[in-house]
T-cell receptor, first 110, second 109 residues
C-alpha cells in the first residue's frame, strides 16, 4: 500500500506570492489533516478534511485555506505569503489506527 | 498554552543510558499516541495507548498511559544512537489531532 505523498518536497517563494501544496492520502483513507511545523511552535494544526468537507480548523488566518477532492486528494493554499510562513507543511492521512504522515513540503519565503 | 505539555524539551545522553519523556495535560484524553520524527521526514506513529494505566512495550521502548488518562510517559532502556530524533505525543480532543511540543533526543555513541 502506497504511503502519503506530498508534492512538491521543496519550494521557494517570495513575499506576497501564493502557493498550493498537494497531498495524496493512503488509499481508502478519507481523512486528511494539514500541519505547519516550525522550530519555535512545533506542529500546529491547520485543518482537517473528511469526504470533501472541512471537519476541523486550527487558529490560522484566512490566508490559509484548503480543499479535498472526491478521490480524497487534498490541497492547501497560502495566499499573500509572509516571511513567517516559512515552515515544513505536513499532511497526515488518518484512520482509526492513527495518523500517517507524508514527508512534508519545505516552504521557504524570501 | 499547549494542551499537551512535554518534558524535557531537549535531552542529550550517552549510548546505554535510560531515559523517560513525559506528556502531561489537565484534560482527559480517550487515547494518546506517540510519534517519532527524524530530520526531513514526517512523524511516524509508534504506539496508541487507550486504557488508563495501560503499559505497552515496543522493544526497548515502554509507553504508559496514566490512570486518569491525563498523562503518558515514554521510557527508553539502553538508548542507542538510532533512537535519536524528535518524540511527539498527540491526542485528539474533539476529533482534531493535536501534538505536544516534542522532546528532541540526542544519543551520543
Amino acid at each position: 500500500k502506497a504511503g502519503v505523498t506530498q508534492t512538491p518536497r521543496y519550494l521557494i517563494k517570495t513575499r506576497g506570492q501564493q502557493v498550493t501544496l498537494s497531498c495524496s492520502p493512503i488509499s481508502g483513507h478519507r481523512s486528511v489533516s494539514w500541519y505547519q511545523q516550525t522550530p519555535g511552535q512545533g506542529l500546529q494544526f491547520l485543518f482537517e478534511y473528511f469526504s470533501e468537507t472541512q471537519r476541523n480548523k486550527g487558529n490560522f488566518p484566512g490566508r490559509f485555506s484548503g480543499r479535498q477532492f472526491s478521490n480524497s486528494r487534498s490541497e492547501m493554499n497560502v495566499s499573500t505569503l509572509e516571511l513567517g510562513d516559512s515552515a515544513l507543511y505536513l499532511c497526515a492521512s488518518r484512520s482509526d489506527s492513527g495518523a500517517f504522515f507524508g514527508q512534508g513540503t519545505r516552504l521557504t519565503v524570501v | 498554552t499547549q494542551l499537551l505539555e512535554q518534558s524535557p524539551q531537549f535531552l542529550s545522553i550517552q549510548e546505554g543510558e535510560n531515559l523517560t519523556v513525559y506528556c502531561n495535560s489537565s484534560s482527559v484524553f480517550s487515547s494518546l499516541q506517540w510519534y517519532r520524527q527524524e530530520p526531513g521526514e514526517g512523524p511516524v506513529l509508534l504506539v496508541t495507548v487507550v486504557t488508563g494505566g495501560e503499559v505497552k512495550k515496543l522493544k526497548r521502548l515502554t509507553f504508559q498511559f496514566g490512570d486518569a488518562r491525563k498523562d503518558s510517559s515514554l521510557h527508553i532502556t539502553a538508548a542507542q544512537p538510532g533512537d535519536t530524533g524528535l518524540y511527539l505525543c498527540a491526542g485528539a480532543p474533539g476529533g482534531k489531532l493535536i501534538f505536544g511540543q516534542g522532546t528532541e533526543l540526542s544519543v551520543k555513541p
